[in-house]
Nanobody, 123 residues
Framework: QVRLVESGGGSVQSGGSLTLTCVVF????????MGWFRQAPGKEREGVAI?????????AESVKGRFTISRDNVKNTLYLYLQMNSLQPEDTAMYYC???????????????WGQGTQVTVSS
């Protein structure tokens, strides 16, 4: 059973930075497509950044140049990171980590999801 646990959210002022971390449990040795998504109140869940099973990255236009996704495998534990710089109030949302064996890129069709971590950016 694959389980994802996010951490690193918090409250920052406009222009600040945060790094989100997702730990993946139970993934075996499969190569997953993994991504970060966010959902603000009253809005649909949207893709922010993904790391495909081929090692490619993709970003939403709104975060290009500000956010960086990366992944690492340390002692058979899979980690996914999202470095967020120059944060703006419009980045405020619940951020979710997701994984799937299929490359869904920025579409929120992934099979496995974490419980989310809140990011709040004040002006």
């Amino acid at each position: 059973q694959v389980r994802l646990v996010e951490s690193g959210g918090g409250s920052v002022q406009s222009g600040g930075s945060l790094t989100l971390t997702c730990v993946v449990f139970g993934y075996g040795y499969s190569r997953y497509c993994m991504g970060w998504f966010r959902q603000a109140p009253g809005k649909e869940r949207e893709g922010v950044a993904i790391s495909s099973s081929f090692g490619e990255s993709a970003y939403a236009e709104s975060v290009k140049g500000r956010f960086t996704i990366s992944r690492d495998n340390v002692k058979n534990t899979l980690y996914l990171y999202l470095q967020m710089n120059s944060l703006q109030p419009e980045d405020t949302a619940m951020y979710y980590c997701a994984a799937d064996l299929t490359n869904y890129w920025l579409l929120p069709r992934y099979k496995y999801w974490g419980q989310g971590t809140q990011v709040t950016v004040s002006s």
